[in-house]
């Protein structure tokens, strides 16, 4: 077991486990070291870093993704670009070295049918930084699992309830790869997720039943949108409050204002709002950087092929992002652990008070 840990400037410390994927970090530091317990707003360089390696879906091109209604936010099922090259992929990491804890790996489809997923994954451990994947299972077979096996810290199989899902979550978990879930939650969708919940029918041997919430993005729908006020909402976050359910499950940042709101008895210091250009960045196939993978429109972009990633993290663009979260909903009781929620998208943000 390693822990690593990124003294960011002498403002705060962040500590990651190499095996676990714990994840803790202090307050900002007074001038004689002390934590005051003042959440730091942003570190000096990615430490996560969600890397869009593919630049086009087998999956989604097959047909299956329309098939089985799935709305992929990267229109994977008619996109069809170049994945990431290898170079250009080793010349992101060779940048994070001792700066970024972990990266995810996935884009516009399944990283492992990347041409080069074996040569990715180990040149991340080259350079200390942890790798994880999400696959829809599609193309998932034994010679991927042992690769995975080899050099990823955790894998989570989208939720599509087809025999490929069931296939590959059997196949990782015998191979004792940590394995989550990722459950898109919506309109079509919440009734299914309470159901699970309350019946306990998270698949034995899962490590996390992460919920993502959908964004109108891309082939997201806006009638699939949850809206605060709907009653659903209120059953779904008292189960997430239950200590056996909150033990097996997880959530995106997009759904933390409605934790905060409807989660009492979840501690604060167990989640982050949204960490996009704060902690976090995202780098698509074709080399641009943005704070979050769900900016489809490159409000806020550069490219990598010009500018180094710490050039993009210190720029005048990501740091107008930052005033959003500094700035929105003053006067609230909840903004310190909020921030005001999803700076692209205010119709998701899960509060009735809004910005």
Known sequence: MTIRKIYDSGRFISAFNDENGDYIRTGILDENGNDTGIDPMFADFPQLLDIGIMGHCQHGLSGKCKELGIQCYQSGAYIDMPNMPFEDFKTIISQCEGRTFQVALGGRGDSEMHEDFENILSVCRHYGIVPNTTTSGY????????IIKRYCGAV???WYKTEYTYKAINMLLDAGVTTNIHFVLGQNSIDEAIDILSKDLIPKGIS????????????????RILRADDIRIKKFFDLLSDSYIAERTGFDSCLVPGIIKNCINIMPE???ACEAGRFSAYIGADMMMSPCSFDRQNKVSMSLKEYTIKEVWDSPE???LREFFEKSCQGCYYRSNCLGGCPYYPEIRLCKEGV
């Open 139 to 146: 193309g998932l077979d034994n010679e991927k699992v042992k």
């Open 156 to 158: 989570a199989v989208s």
């Open 208 to 223: 996390r039943f992460i919920f993502l919430l959908h964004k109108p993005v891309g082939m997201g729908d806006k009638n």
């Open 270 to 272: 167990s989640f982050d």
């Open 318 to 320: 990501f740091s107008k």
